[in-house]
């Protein structure tokens, strides 16, 4: 492979390849000099990009292997190998090893191993990926298809629904979201979400919820989702050099208040779309709040083409790569050489009703069309995407839902899981990032909330959480309309015209 010079820095091909990726397998993947390998029990090899972290450790006949990055936001000073010691000291079986896992935030797989067999599974929205191959003999994991792919010779998905699903352009509208754990290739498979993989029968299995969930203090929510927040926020800048989005929406406000004692350490950003004008919200709400609260904030352009070498390289690591305008950001951030992690608000919405903003549905149970007209909308082609989610919900029937709401975790497995988790993977190329809000035990005490103090458009139980963590973080608008819009523009010029009551009156109207 030939480098690439860009902006005068030299873009090494070779390390791009499947980078930040691992491959676990009967044999060994070491491509060029930016990979390596260890034997673990059973003879798996485990094939890992430089770039992308790991340990392993073992007791009592029992391994656990790490991959990614793990933080414990109540001993945020512990490394990845520190964390992986934790977890072992405190679980020798595998359910008791998940159930260890829950406070722990970041973008991770872990591999645990004994007498009885392999097992894998991931970070609470399968932000860091496993796909799994079996040719009837062998059981292939890997970050993406096409690293088993370039091992093991593996064919088409045949099956006409999914063609016509992959085709549909109000499917590619929607940032070609994905759904189920098939995928293009035949008999090879995804590991959804609150799932884990059992390699020596190449089944994956439900393991949470496991009982109904507990109501909360509303007060004690508040104190123990912002702890795990702040936590989060010590632990990733002790770690690393890091950046963060700040936009003019919930989710970013959040973590700029749980940021507030280390704010120093983050570099805010955002970043200029295409024809992004001036007095968007998402431009001027966080360069206000920059200013105001005095933090270190960038106004990012990304450019505006990209060279095929690298299109070619970002399909070459990534089944269904998509070229979207955040795409070009990816391309900017590897040929600049960015080195800080990037943290994120993704699966926020799973504690905010994304699929009832307004608390309007109470469903005991839903079709898998409703379901399927929830995620896609009514122009998608349905087949493909019904027939997934009625084999997702049956999962449900051997680990029962309780008093869950199923709308939660469609968001959690299929959105977060799928289209979620698709445009970190598409990242891996560049940099690493991750969202302090993928952690089982946050999300879980945020859904004890009243889905109430959840819904649009306030978000009661957010807006307490930054009161608790930065109060002064309140004083901005939240998603403001554009400046220059009409109803502001009106809102200026009345106060000159009409009496302050009737001004009120007027702005209520306005804002309902």
């Not at 030299?10 to 980078?19: K, Q, T």
């Not at 969930?213 to 123990?224: A, P, S, Y």
């Not at 890091?242 to 700029?256: E, P, Q």
């Not at 970190?424 to 999300?443: G, H, K, T, V, Y």
């Amino acid at each position: 492979m030939k480098d690439q010079i860009e902006n005068g820095e030299m873009v090494s091909l070779e390390r791009l390849l499947f980078r930040r990726q691992f491959l676990l397998g009967p044999e060994i993947y070491t491509p060029n000099q930016y990979w390596s390998y260890i034997l673990l029990p059973r003879g798996l090899y485990l094939s890992v990009h430089n770039d992308l972290p790991f340990a392993t450790t073992s007791q009592e006949g029992a391994t656990v292997t790490l991959i990614g990055h793990a933080i414990d936001p109540y001993h945020p000073l512990r490394t990845n190998t520190e964390v992986l010691l934790s977890l072992i000291e405190n679980a020798l079986e595998l359910h008791s090893l998940i159930d260890v896992t829950k406070p722990l935030v970041g973008r991770w797989i872990l591999i645990f191993q004994n007498h009885q067999g392999t097992y894998l599974f991931t970070d609470p929205c399968s932000f860091r990926q496993v796909f799994y191959h079996s040719d009837g003999k062998q059981v292939w994991c890997a970050s993406q298809p096409e690293l088993i792919r370039a091992n093991r010779p593996m064919s088409l998905n045949t099956d006409v629904t999914m063609r016509r699903f992959l085709i549909d352009q109000s499917h590619a509208k929607e940032e070609s979201a994905w759904v189920g754990s098939s995928t293009m290739y035949s008999d090879c498979f995804h590991l959804m979400p609150n799932h884990y993989l059992n390699m020596e029968c190449f089944e994956q299995t439900r393991f949470y919820p496991s009982n109904s969930i507990q109501d909360e203090d509303f007060h004690k929510i508040v104190e123990l989702s912002s702890a795990i927040l702040q936590g989060t926020m010590t632990a990733l800048t002790a770690r690393h050099d890091v950046s963060m989005a700040l936009t003019a929406g919930w989710d970013s406000r959040v973590l700029l208040a749980a940021s507030k004692h280390v704010s120093e350490r983050i570099e805010y950003f955002v970043y200029r779309h295409g024809n992004m004008a001036e007095n968007h919200p998402d431009i001027w709400v966080p360069g206000l709040i920059a200013k105001k609260l005095g933090l270190k904030f960038v106004v990012k352009k990304s450019v505006f083409e990209l060279p095929g070498w690298f299109v070619s390289m970002l399909s070459h690591n990534v089944s269904c790569a998509r070229i979207l305008p955040k795409t070009h950001t990816i391309y900017q951030k590897l040929i600049t050489g960015e080195n800080r992690i990037n943290i994120n608000g993704n699966g926020s919405e799973i504690c905010r009703n994304y699929f009832d903003k307004y608390c309007k549905q109470d469903f005991i149970d839903v079709s898998s069309v409703d379901l399927a007209t929830k995620l896609f909308g009514k122009k998608v082609q349905p087949e493909f995407a019904i027939r997934e989610l009625n084999k997702w919900k049956e999962t449900f029937d051997y680990q029962p839902v309780g008093n869950w709401n199923i709308l939660d975790f469609l968001y959690w497995e299929q959105k977060m899981g799928n289209w979620g988790a698709q445009y970190p993977a598409e990242q891996d190329i560049a940099i690493e990032e991750i969202s302090p809000f993928n952690c089982r035990q946050l999300l879980e005490i945020l859904l004890s909330s009243p889905r109430n103090m959840r819904s649009a458009p306030d978000y009661i139980i957010y807006k307490e959480m930054i009161r608790h963590m930065w109060p002064e973080a309140l004083s901005f608008p939240v998603n403001p309309l554009p400046k220059g819009h009409f109803i502001d523009i009106l809102k200026q010029k009345m106060h000159r015209y009409i009496p302050s009551s009737m001004e009120l009156m007027l702005k209520r109207f306005l804002k309902s």
